[in-house]
């Protein structure tokens, strides 16, 4: 059974920063594009930024400079780390894993950026 679990969600001040962690279990993690999506209320998801098995990454043009992926395949973990935090960051914030035709997604975790 495949399992991505998010952590790392939070409240945070503009200007604040935040790190969240994707726990992967269930698949051979190296094997996969890993992913982070966000959707803020009334909008649609929208591509953050992802991490291939090479460890390029892609960014959305909203989040560069700002937004670091990276991953830790000896712990089948991707992270996000957010700095400079912007009111239109809040958002619930989703991992997804990629590969061929699978396509997994975790529960997502809640990041808020208000005074």
């Known amino acids: 059974q495949v399992q991505l679990v998010e952590s790392g969600g939070g409240l945070v001040q503009p200007g604040g920063s935040l790190r969240l962690s994707c726990l992967a279990s269930?698949?051979?993690?190296?094997?996969?594009?890993m992913g982070w999506y966000r959707q803020a209320p009334g909008k649609e998801r929208e591509l953050v930024a992802t991490?291939?098995?090479?460890?390029?990454?892609t960014y959305a043009d909203s989040v560069k400079g700002r937004f670091t992926i990276s991953r830790d395949n000896a712990k089948n973990t991707v992270f996000l780390q957010m700095n400079s935090l912007k009111p239109e960051d809040t958002a619930v914030y989703s991992c997804?894993?990629?590969?061929?035709?699978?396509?997994?997604w975790g529960q997502g975790t809640q990041v808020t950026v208000s005074s």
């Open positions: 997804n894993a990629r590969r061929v035709i699978e396509n997994h």
């Open positions: 991490i291939n098995r090479s460890a390029t990454t």
């Open positions: 269930g698949i051979s993690f190296s094997n996969y594009v």
